[in-house]
Nanobody
Framework: QVQLVESGGGLVQPGGSLRLSCAAS????????IGWYRQAPGKQRELVAF???????NYADSVKGRFTISRDNAKNTVYLQMNSLKPEDTGVYYC?????????WGQGTQVTVSS
């Protein structure tokens, strides 16, 4: 059974930075694709960034040039480096691990961008 634990969220001023972590256990981490999603109050969950098992990355247009997704297979961890944060980046951030049989979600970490 795969388990995901996100961390690194918090309150930050506009223009600031945060690094989120998603630590996985219970599976062969290196063979899975991983995505970071966020859900703002009253809005649907949306894909922010994605990294394949081979390291190919993809980003939502709204975060391109500001966010960077990376993975460390030795630590079973995926990171989301978020720079130049804006108030519209506020939300709960979730990581999702994709397997052939099902997807796994973490519990989420709150990111609040406010002055």
């Amino acid at each position: 059974q795969v388990q995901l634990v996100e961390s690194g969220g918090g309150l930050v001023q506009p223009g600031g930075s945060l690094r989120l972590s998603c630590a996985a256990s219970g599976g062969i981490f290196s063979i899975y694709d991983i995505g970071w999603y966020r859900q703002a109050p009253g809005k649907q969950r949306e894909l922010v960034a994605f990294i394949s098992s081979r390291g190919t990355t993809n980003y939502a247009d709204s975060v391109k040039g500001r966010f960077t997704i990376s993975r460390d297979n030795a630590k079973n961890t995926v990171y989301l480096q978020m720079n130049s944060l804006k108030p519209e980046d506020t939300g709960v951030y979730y990581c999702k691990l994709v397997t052939l049989s099902r997807n796994y979600w973490g519990q989420g970490t709150q990111v609040t961008v406010s002055s």
